[in-house]
């Protein structure tokens, strides 16, 4: 029931205990006892603590609905499992956030541009200086509030430089309107990072992306390559999608090469170091959620474990038989 249902916020001296229902607010000081302290966003239900959103060196990942109008087949997401209370649950996070906590926010799904009212208000709370990141497909636009705001990026998936293979692939029929909406936030300010993730069925075209995002998108801000989280969709579609990355590396390196000569940035998420020659491994970004993160044991003595990102742990049973070599060579 939501009367026995609370939300606890947390600060560095203290939190909050917000209840479901009511909104009423009770302050308390966060225990000594570090294990006992409140660092996330958690829901309190019959005395035992439920996750809700992240709090990690002060960026708040803000998972604001599992609804969404596309229907990717690699999504690493269960979709469509809002729960009833999800948009008071949000209502009361955002009027009762300890906003001078943090200096990011940013929103995924999900489809967030689905609960645009709720980024809206958070950009109307928060102070100038916490940057605002939304992780949407593309195929809503904005609105004027957002796109004026010299604090917001939005990433943005084109998973192919042609209609047929980027719809196949999002169950959809977006290509041109994710297109359109590229040119037309690119009227704004607002920064843009274009997302590739990598699989089966669209890395051979990786050259043929990096020449069509310099020939019609040369307005990002920078492309990021990604490899694939084996869950929920992925997972269930893994015999199409998945992979040796050592199959596209080359074709990657290329296509990074390519968009670094034009001058667009380009980025390189969720892959190890040791699977990249020496002069791309700068491209590379440690960016999969420290919760998320596996390694091998042929990694434990590679002096570039502290920097490299490794692998989603949903990917380990694939990349037990793919690391090794080059891992080997740049301990």
């Known amino acids: 029931m939501r009367d026995k249902s609370f ?37 309190l239900e019959n005395d035992k603590k439920h996750l809700l ?3 990690e060196n002060r960026e708040l990942t803000f998972f604001i609905t599992s609804k969404c109008n596309h229907h990717c087949i690699m999504c690493p997401q269960k979709l469509d499992i809002d729960s009833q209370d999800n948009d008071l649950i949000l209502q009361r996070v955002i009027e009762n956030l300890y906003y001078d906590d943090l200096d990011g926010i940013c929103f995924t799904g999900g489809e967030p ?25 593309g195929s809503i636009l904005p609105s004027e ?17 042609y209609d047929e293979l980027h719809n196949k692939m999002t169950d959809s029929k977006s290509f041109y309107k994710v297109v359109e909406n590229l040119i037309k936030i690119s009227q704004y300010e607002t920064l843009i990072e274009l997302r590739f993730v990598l699989t089966a069925l669209n890395w051979r075209s990786l050259e043929e ?56 940035t380009a980025w390189i998420y969720n892959l190890p170091y040791c699977l990249f020659e020496e002069n791309y491994q700068k491209f590379l970004v440690k960016s999969i959620s420290p919760w998320k993160i596996q390694y091998l044991p042929v990694c434990s003595n590679c002096k570039m474990k502290t920097d490299c990102g490794g692998m989603f742990f949903s990917d380990v049973g694939e990349f037990e038989g793919i690391l090794g070599f080059n891992s080997k060579e740049i301990r």
């Not at 939190?15 to 294990?35: A, M, P, R, V």
């Not at 509030?145 to 430089?161: E, F, G, H, N, T």
């Not at 492309?223 to 269930?236: D, I, N």
């Open 7 to 43: 939300i606890l916020i947390p600060s560095k001296k203290r939190y909050k205990k917000i209840n479901l229902e009511t909104g009423n607010i009770e302050l308390f000081s966060q225990s000594k006892d570090e294990s006992e302290k409140i660092h996330d966003i958690m829901l």
């Open 53 to 55: 959103f992240r709090i």
């Open 113 to 137: 541009m689905l609960k645009m009212q709720f980024i809206e208000q958070v950009l109307q709370k928060a102070p100038e200086r916490v940057f605002i990141t939304i992780l949407t497909n």
């Open 145 to 161: 509030l957002i796109l004026r705001s010299d604090r917001v990026k939005l990433c943005i998936p084109l998973y192919a430089p």
């Open 209 to 264: 992306y990096a020449r069509f995002v310099w020939r019609n998108l040369p307005f990002v801000q920078d492309v990021a390559f990604m490899g694939m989280e084996l869950t929920a969709e992925a997972h269930k579609n893994k015999d199409i999608l998945w992979i040796n990355p050592r199959e596209y590396i080359p074709a990657l390196q290329k296509a990074v090469s390519y968009l670094d000569s034009c001058d667009v």
